[in-house]
């Protein structure tokens, strides 16, 4: 039987893979769980009012986008605006070229990562190298990262280890606090040697034009205290209306991310360093991305421009546990994943119209979610679409007779009452093994289908 | 680019135009997300001091203790803003090198950075450093070990407190303990980019 490319991916998967992105994304949600729920009487209450906020934002992006824009360059800003991903990666280059510039240390950023910037600037003679210790290593292993803050989540330390040997780094250590200190010691040296530093936004108000960042490593810090040049790729559902929203939405993307109270490093950059600082930017570049998503946007799913890219649903999803993130053949995995990178597509919608059947429904991504996206709901809705624009769906067993004999009355009564000689069905004797196994220690209810009608046509009416 | 912007916003347009009515802005207490219970009663730098041990942070409220602790780790080389060095030469003594101007070709020569924060958050331990009160990003950020010196009036209870006060400084940075990561197996090591030890000195 042919499956899902999800499901093919799945089986494949190695066991000690397997193992350990379920321990540690399992181990993660606990942590956040325990932490939300100790410290706040009502942490469900959080998300909502949350969840409220994003919507705003998303739903007045016509006014939140050229206010925040005004701001930006009040505060001295240039900013850009890229339709695509292709254009998102010209304005970089551009950018990059008319200083003169060639050398770029990266900061981790998921918008990079969709629009594929790093390739496009090293085919283009630029050096672009990741500074997260996990985006690092996927860059010197050409690999993809596999959950959205884990990007290493499907490595152990040994193949870490081998890497960084083969890279030069150092002879064969796979201790981690040995792993971590000679990528200090190598990056330190790429940042201010680096022309350009370039990061992402978690947030950005319209307030007053500050972008947030988070990071625990100190690395975007480095880029923004080491280079001259700041860019700031920024998708346009990023936007949040005002500052005070801002202690919420990161009180809740801490604990959700990594069960920590806030990240190590919060900053908020409202412009180019101030003139009597002497380290950091003295020129900064927003470019606002849409790359897909006012596609979203006008569809029935914008909900999910909200996602804040916490995480916590791929940690709490018992599908993405077992597939881990590169099942999802998208730099966007798990169940924000599964509901993003298809819509993503636009017009190729049907080559990850699979995913959104990557699901057992079980709401666990709802429930944890910081911006309360209601992700089941919009899974089905994309089942639903894949439905109506006729996406094949190899593995699902075929449901034609059953579709047949659920919408004829006639035919769906003659099947209840004919359904009464599996009550005599000699299982033992059927030329299936897997039933005797199963029939040794189980036994069917005797069927009673059509009993409820009988009820409904023979009840008192009132 | 103009043709950019345009097209884009036309887009973000024509997708709210169908909408019968926009999401509001939820109204609601900021105290919601405050940890109440943790502030309620406290001294601010009391409670600060005990909040930055818990994320792997230390803090002192005398120079000499601080001074005993470097001299102790052998941390004896070091950047001092040059504002506060006036006010520390005496205290720190013989033994140490302390240079109030930050190489950046020789970042590894300074085993500490001494500089001055904003201010600090007691509900999370955080520090904040900004570009009005700290002399130099790099030298906060290079060092193992980054000393923030702290006045005591300038601790905010909570983040909704110092949300309200980033006033018009282009870059303020919130510190909550050393610099960490777990991306490789999980494992929590502290000292990646930035300091492996985050000292507040409050004053």
Redesign the interface.
Known sequence: MKFQPIDQFAATLPPDKRA?VYQ?TK??HEKRTKLLFD??ADPN??RE?AG??K??AI????TL??RVEAKLKA?GVRV????TAD?ACA?VLGIMRARGATRMVKAKTMVSEEIELAPYLEKHGMEALE????EF?VQIDHDHPSHIV???IHK??RE?ATSFEREGLGAYDDD??T???R???F??HK??AADVGLTGANFISAE?G?IVLVT????S??C???TKCHIALVG?EKVV????D???L???LGRSA?A???????????????A?????PEEMHVI?V?NGR??V??SEC?EILRCIRCGACLNVCPVYRQVSGHGYRSVYPGPVGAVLSPLLLGKKFPQKADLAKASSLCGACHEVCPVNIPIPDLLLRLRHRAKEESVPSPGTPPMGAWALLASQPTAWKAALAGGRVLNYLPAKLLPVPALHTWAATHTLPPWRGGEFRKWLRQRPKP | ?TD??E???A??????AP?PR?????E?D?E??V?RQLLAGRDLVELFTERIKR?NGLAFTEVGALVAHLRANGWLHGYCDPVLWPRFAPLFGPGFTVETA?D?KR??DYAFGLTRAAGAIAE?G?IVLN??ATS???AA??PWVHVAVIERAEIFA???H???A?G????????????????????L?E?????GVQIALVL
Do not use: C
């Open positions: 350990s540690s181990a993660t410290q706040f209450r959080l009012i409220g906020i919507q705003h739903e007045n992006l016509d986008l050229p505060n850009h605006w890229a339709a254009s304005t500074t997260d210790l996990g290593i884990r990007p290493i152990n330390r870490i981690p606090g792993i971590t200190r990528a200090r010691h990056l330190r940042y201010l007053s500050r625990n490593e100190g690395n810090r480095f923004l205290a080491a346009i209306a005002r500052d005070r801002l202690a919420l990161l009180n809740l990594t920590q109270e806030l990240t190590a490093y919060t900053e908020f950059i409202s412009g180019p360093k101030a009597a600082q002497p380290d950091g606002f849409d006012t596609e946007l006008a914008r | 680019m950019e912007r097209a884009i916003l887009r973000v347009h024509q997708a709210l909408l926009r999401a509001a802005l939820p609601y900021s919601i997300a940890l994320v930050f950046r970042v590894d999370s955080t570009e009005a130099r990003r790099l950020l290079a909570d983040l909704p110092a949300i309200a980033l018009s400084d282009p870059n303020v940075i919130w510190i909550t303990g050393p610099s960490k990561t777990a991306d490789v197996e999980g494992i090591i000292g990646v980019h930035g300091p």
